[in-house]
């Protein structure tokens, strides 16, 4: 499964999720034995967000191609939101883990996302 490989890509990756288009959790979740940082109403909420922003980027695909991956470094966590064909693989990393080493665990997991499609 794919959320199990991603986790396998890194022990400080909190959590691997893929949502559909609405943004709703179909695989996956939080790393066993780690909770989230949020209520659940909250995860919804930002889950939904992320499947908005998917279908708002894919309005200039025509124009700039595809966005493959988006990462979003804030204080107490780092984010990395994969657009698959049609769902969206979104990725949780503790706030330890250096720019430079995110970006590593992205290019990995582009590529167990390409090997997919």
Do not use: W
């Not at 709703?24 to 922003?53: C, F, H, P, W």
């Amino acid at each position: 499964m794919l959320c199990e490989e991603v986790f396998a890509l890194h022990d400080d990756i909190r959590y691997a999720g893929i949502i559909d288009d609405t943004g709703v959790l179909i695989a996956g979740g939080m790393r066993k034995g780690l909770d989230s940082m949020t209520e659940q109403d909250n995860d919804e909420l930002y889950l939904a967000q992320t499947a908005i922003r998917k279908s708002m980027r894919q309005r200039f695909d025509n124009t700039m191609g595809k966005a493959r991956f988006a990462y979003v470094e804030r204080e107490k966590i780092s984010m990395l939101t994969f657009y698959m064909d049609k769902n969206i693989l979104v990725v949780s990393i503790e706030p330890n883990v250096d720019p430079h080493t995110v970006m590593d665990i992205a290019i990995d997991t582009l590529e167990l996302v390409n090997g997919r499609s």
